[in-house]
């Protein structure tokens, strides 16, 4: 059974950097994409970014572009979100999330997709 195990969620200012780490446990021969999400109190859960597990292929919301970057090393089993210049707006609890599709730019946001979730980890940015 594949597990997501969320970690390096922190209270930071303004304008800091964070990585956000996502480790696999289990065998995950039906993962074709891993993905972050992200939702703040009282608002729906949102996509940030994703990417296929092989390759090189990246998808992020507009809201991160430029800010955010997503990547994977297979070799540990681990998917990473380094976030630099962090806003207030980005505080929310982060999910990462595993799919067997390998989505576009268009359909990575789409949850349903992802059949297999982390318990998330709390990121809160002060300004």
């Known amino acids: 059974q594949v597990q997501l195990v969320e970690s390096g969620g922190a209270s930071v200012q303004a304008g800091d950097s964070l990585r956000l780490s996502c480790t696999i446990s289990g065998i995950p021969y039906s993962i074709n994409s891993m993905a972050w999400f992200r939702q703040a109190p009282g608002r729906e859960r949102e996509a940030v970014a994703a990417?296929?597990?092989?390759?090189?292929?990246?998808f992020y919301s507009n809201s991160v572009k430029d800010r955010f970057t997503i990547s994977h090393d297979n070799a540990k089993n681990t998917v990473y979100l380094q976030m630099h210049n962090l806003k207030p707006e980005d505080t929310a609890m982060y999910y990462c999330?595993?799919?067997?599709?390998?989505?576009?730019?268009?359909?990575?946001?789409?949850?349903?997709?992802?059949?297999?979730w982390g318990q998330g980890t709390q990121v809160t940015v002060s300004s």
């Open positions: 990417l296929y597990t092989s390759g090189t292929t990246t």
């Open positions: 999330a595993a799919s067997p599709f390998r989505p576009t730019q268009a359909t990575f946001a789409n949850l349903n997709d992802y059949n297999i």
